[in-house]
C-alpha cells in the first residue's frame, strides 16, 4: 500500500516553456503533499505544502509565480515550472501523507521527475 | 547551524558488516523520527519511524532515538550490496512536515 506515482519520469524542454509534473497517490487519499526538489548529491529542499482545495504554502525563497501548485483532489496534485529556464533543471520530488497517519508526519514519495531546461 | 545534522559520508563497508547510521538535531519538539532510503535517481522510501524515545527494530534494521541527548541512530546488520543507498534521517514536530538531513551515502562491497 502508500503507493505514490508521478509522471512523467523525466522531461527535456527549451527554455521559456512550461512543463506540468503530475503527482498521484494511488491508493489512499492524501490530505496533504509535498513538492521537493533535489540537486546531485544533496538532500531534499522542501518546496510547497499543499492540501487538498486550498492554496499551497510555499517555503521561504520559493517563487509563488514560477511554480504552480494546484491540489485538486485528494490524489493529485500538479507542479506547473513556469518559463522554465535551465537553473530550474533538478530532480523534483513529490510526496504525500496518509490522511489517518498524518499525525505521524510520515510520507510516502513518489519516484521522482528529473527536468532538463535546455 | 542546521536543525538537523547528518553525516554525508561517504560510507564504505564490506558484506555482512554492521552499519551505524547517525543523526543528532537541536530542536526539542521534535516527536516523530523517521529514516528514508533513497536510491539513485528515485524517490526516498521509509524504512522505520519512531515516536519518542526509544527502540524500534525490523528485520535487519533497527532505529534508536535519544531524545535526551537529541540523538537517533539507524543500525544495519549482515550488511548486503542491495544496502548501498543514501539513508535520509527525518523528524518532525508533528505539525505537518519534516526536516530532513542532508543524507549519508552508503556503500556495502560484495
Known amino acids: 500500500g502508500a503507493v505514490v506515482s508521478q509522471h512523467p519520469s523525466w522531461v527535456i524542454c527549451k527554455s521559456g516553456t512550461s512543463v506540468k509534473i503530475e503527482c498521484r497517490s494511488l491508493?489512499?487519499?492524501?490530505?496533504?503533499m509535498f513538492w521537493y526538489r533535489q540537486f546531485p548529491k544533496q538532500s531534499l529542499m522542501l518546496m510547497a505544502t499543499s492540501n487538498e482545495g486550498s492554496k499551497a504554502t510555499y517555503e521561504q525563497g520559493v517563487e509563488k509565480d514560477k511554480f504552480l501548485i494546484n491540489h485538486a483532489s485528494l490524489t493529485l496534485s500538479t507542479l506547473t515550472v513556469t518559463s522554465a529556464h535551465p537553473e530550474d533543471s533538478s530532480f523534483y520530488i513529490c510526496s504525500a501523507s496518509l490522511s489517518r497517519e498524518l499525525i505521524t508526519d510520515t510520507q510516502y514519495f513518489g519516484p521522482g521527475t528529473r527536468l532538463t531546461v535546455l | 547551524q542546521k536543525e538537523v545534522e547528518q553525516d554525508p559520508g561517504p560510507l564504505s563497508v564490506p558484506e555482512g558488516a554492521i552499519v551505524s547510521l547517525n543523526c543528532t538535531y537541536s530542536?526539542?519538539?521534535?516527536?516523530?523520527f523517521m529514516w528514508y532510503r533513497q536510491y539513485s535517481r528515485k524517490g526516498p522510501e521509509l524504512l522505520m519511524y519512531t515516536y519518542s524515545s526509544g527502540n524500534k527494530e525490523d528485520g535487519r534494521f533497527t532505529a534508536q532515538v535519544d531524545k535526551s541527548s537529541k540523538y537517533i541512530s539507524l543500525f544495519i546488520r549482515d550488511s548486503q550490496p542491495s544496502d548501498s543507498a543514501t539513508y535520509l534521517c527525518a523528524m518532525s514536530a508533528g505539525a505537518g512536515k519534516s526536516t530532513f538531513g542532508d543524507g549519508t551515502t552508503l556503500t556495502v562491497k560484495p
Open positions: 491508493d489512499f487519499q492524501a490530505t496533504t
Open positions: 530542536n526539542s519538539a521534535f516527536q516523530y
